[in-house]
């Protein structure tokens, strides 16, 4: 086996998806803490409170507590190079968040014991189901009063149709955090707390003679509760894992360290490895082909003194090493990657070699774009772009001082290729007020930020009622969409025309008015 295969094979690629609060950031550290990345909990990335470890290359950023940026924290467990790639973890949603999902192999959806599926949760979801990834459940917050395992297992089937396979049961209702009965071998897992989680937590095996003479009935229910499950579809298969038909899940608290280790060793044994990627024509690239990789995301101004850009890539197939020159496949251009990192919160660590899985950040990346694909040597290759989402905010765009039109107009243009907002324009509206159309609000923000901050261009935002985006296939029939007050049409950049709604009952009384309007989803699973 080549080098390449085998340090491919050592690779697991993944991001954690969930709805703020539901405890991102302390999983995140918990699973560091346990290959030890880092040497005490909190070292990653926090809110406020933690201020310290907060990424604040922006001013917004610490304005605001939050962490804008994603990137990806790489540490190695067992034999295995883990990547963990960072969501942003904030109210808002952008489009990134979606992006950072086509650069993973697997999803650990985190949902909190007490709430179950959450609103963002379902939408990252979607995009998982969509591009047919994998995802482990990790139920979380088990040592809090919650709802019954039962009820949590049972709305993943009817709220998403996927089918809960748990590995792990919990003894003890949520709040009452005994241990775990470990359903591969029905052997009961104690976990011990230590003071706030700071270190991995203690566990003990014991066999169940052992575990009902100690817990008795606790043992007992959580015995009984795993035989209705084993009734129920929910034994484990390596298939439907791997056809996302249905989850491997695991009941933990991130906060105690409880339950962190399993959910590493699954990530470990049963995550699927980088695998070929198809490029636009559908024909796989080998792992073991020169090397190539697609970006994913693309971040100006981490670097306050050099406003300088990195674009974040991940490595399809091949070896990366630092200093070889690539082409990229849209302009076909050579780039050099001299100053090739990783970069997590506030680390930056150089990256000389990496393998199929790894995402290596980019500096001085002022040529790339979200999307492009990079390779060296013959043959060449080209990934299928990403798509664009259903954006489901819009605001009109003018110049806050007119006497900056043109650095307006240049700024704009900028922000567009690199996808922090999609730009969309009619006649009706005019080429000096181009409307920002984003999956979330915060892309407004960091889209005005920089205009006023990069371009010396302040910007003035009016927000318009829209909510729903669909496709018009048709331009003949561009007058019926705005003849309404309730919605409007418009052309991206990309040449796609946009017919926005109101809301989805303005669409629907538009189409019952005329049957014969054609409109298409902006994207499938997204809308
Ligand atoms: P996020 O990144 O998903 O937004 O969530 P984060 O990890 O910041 O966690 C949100 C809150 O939930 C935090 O409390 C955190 O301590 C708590 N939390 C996370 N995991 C668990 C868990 O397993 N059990 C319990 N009981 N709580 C958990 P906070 O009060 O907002 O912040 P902090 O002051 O505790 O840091």
Redesign the pocket.
């Known amino acids: 086996m080549t080098d390449v295969l085998r340090e491919a094979g050592r690779r697991r690629t993944f991001a954690v998806i ?1 709805h ?8 995140t550290e918990a699973l560091a803490l346990h290959a030890r990345a880092i040497t005490e909990a909190g070292a990653v990335h ?2 406020a ?2 201020r310290g470890v907060v990424s604040d290359w922006m001013d917004m950023e610490q304005a605001r507590g939050i962490s804008i940026t994603s990137a990806a924290l790489q540490f190695t467990y067992r034999d295995s190079v883990i990547n963990l790639l960072d969501t942003p ?1 904030h109210a808002d949603f952008s489009e990134d968040t979606y992006r950072v999902l086509s650069a993973v192999d697997c999803a650990v959806m ?1 949902l909190d014991a007490a709430k179950g599926l959450e609103p963002q949760t379902l939408k990252l979801f979607d995009v998982c189901r969509f591009r047919g990834i994998p995802v482990i459940t990790f139920i ?5 009063p919650g709802r019954a395992a039962l009820d949590l297992c049972e709305e993943l089937v009817d709220r998403i149709g996927l089918q809960p396979m748990p590995l792990t049961w919990p003894v003890g209702e949520a709040g009452r955090f005994l241990g775990v009965l470990d359903r591969t071998d029905g052997t009961y897992i104690r976990y011990t707390r230590t003071a706030g989680g700071a270190t991995a937590a203690p566990e003990e095996r014991m066999d169940s003679g052992r575990a009902e003479a100690e817990l008795g009935e606790d043992w007992i229910a959580a015995c009984e509760e795993a035989e209705l499950l084993a009734e129920s579809g929910g034994e484990f298969d390596a298939d439907r894992f791997a056809d996302a038909s249905a989850t491997p899940v695991l009941f ?5 360290n409880f339950g962190v280790r399993h959910l590493l060793d699954l990530i470990v044994d049963l995550a699927p490895r980088p695998a070929p990627r198809p490029d636009v024509d559908g024909e796989l690239r080998p792992l073991d082909a020169p090397f190539s990789a697609f970006v994913f995301k693309v971040q100006t101004g981490m670097d306050r003194a050099h406003r300088d850009q990195v674009a974040f890539a991940r490595v399809c197939s091949g070896v990366f090493e630092r200093g070889v020159v690539v082409t990229n496949a849209t302009t076909k251009r050579p780039f050099a990657t001299k100053y090739a990192q990783q970069v997590f919160g506030q680390e930056r660590t150089t990256v000389d070699v990496a393998y199929p899985g790894d995402v290596v950040g980019l500096v001085n990346a002022n040529a790339l774009r979200v999307g492009d694909t990079l390779y060296v040597d013959k043959p060449a290759v080209r990934y299928p772009g990403l798509p664009s989402f259903a954006p489901a905010h819009f605001a009109v765009a003018r110049a806050a001082d007119l006497s900056r039109a043109k650095q307006f107009r240049k700024g704009i243009e900028q922000l567009e290729s690199e996808g922090v907002v999609q730009i969309l324009r009619s006649d009706r509206r005019g080429d000096g007020s181009p409307v920002f159309a984003a999956v979330g609000p915060m892309q407004f923000e960091v889209a005005a930020h920089r205009l006023d901050s990069e371009f010396n261009s302040p910007v003035r935002l009016d927000h318009l009622p829209y909510t729903v985006a669909r496709r018009l296939p048709d331009p003949a029939q561009r007058p019926i969409v705005n003849a309404s007050s309730r919605s409007e049409s418009l052309i991206r950049t990309d040449g796609a025309e946009l017919a926005l709604f109101t809301d989805q009952i303005a669409m629907a009384v538009i189409q019952r008015q005329n049957p014969d309007l054609r409109l298409d989803p902006l994207v499938a699973g997204t809308d």
């Open positions: 969930s703020p609060d539901a405890g991102k950031s302390t999983l926090g809110k409170g933690r973890g985190l979380n917050k088990w040592d809090r933990g608290s991130g906060v105690l």
